[in-house]
């Protein structure tokens, strides 16, 4: 599986406004619905608020990989959102957030969605991947860092 096919490029937000958790977590299930019609909005909140509380999806090296599974899709779907001034998204290494992959699976996908968060959370853990991430200016440039990382593996 290719990160770059389940990317959802029009939800990629590349400044992200809110200060806490909770915003992110709006601002980024907005975007994915407003370009996924499938995506019900209020209820991908609901999922991924309710996943932040068994335990924070802040991995640390300023990324989180929010995720959650979601009625009504019916294939993977990610997206990509950086925050310039970093966000408390109580970080396993207790750092501020800075970059964001939200992946949304099917209700009953499976080990699918394993596959694609052990994809993407191998990705984070190249510093100049993460680099290239925070100092991308475009969308473009966001989609041909990923691309690079997903043809390396």
């Keep these: 599986m290719k990160i770059t096919d389940i990317l959802v490029r029009d939800a990629v937000i590349l400044d992200l406004a ?6 992110i977590l709006v601002q980024m299930a907005h975007a994915l619905a407003v370009a996924e019609p499938e995506v019900d909005e209020a209820r991908l909140v609901e999922v ?19 995720h959650g599974k979601l009625p009504g899709i019916s294939r993977l779907l990610a997206s990509f959102a950086r ?19 939200l992946l949304v699976v099917p209700e009953h996908s499976g080990g699918q969605h394993l596959k694609a968060l052990a994809r993407i959370s191998r990705f984070f853990r190249d510093a100049a991947f993460r680099k290239r991430l925070l100092d991308a200016e475009t ?13 390396k593996f």
């Excluded at 991924?48 to 068994?54: Q, T, V």
């Excluded at 925050?83 to 750092?95: A, C, K």
């Excluded at 969308?139 to 043809?151: L, N, Q």
């Design 48 to 66: 991924l608020i309710e996943r932040e509380k068994l335990q924070s999806t802040g991995i640390g090296e300023a990324v989180a990989i929010p």
């Design 18 to 23: 809110g200060g806490s958790k909770r915003d």
């Design 139 to 151: 969308r473009e440039e966001v989609f041909r860092a990923i691309e690079e990382e997903d043809a």
């Design 83 to 101: 925050s310039r001034t970093g966000v408390n998204f109580e970080s396993i290494d207790g750092q501020n957030t800075h970059l964001f992959f």
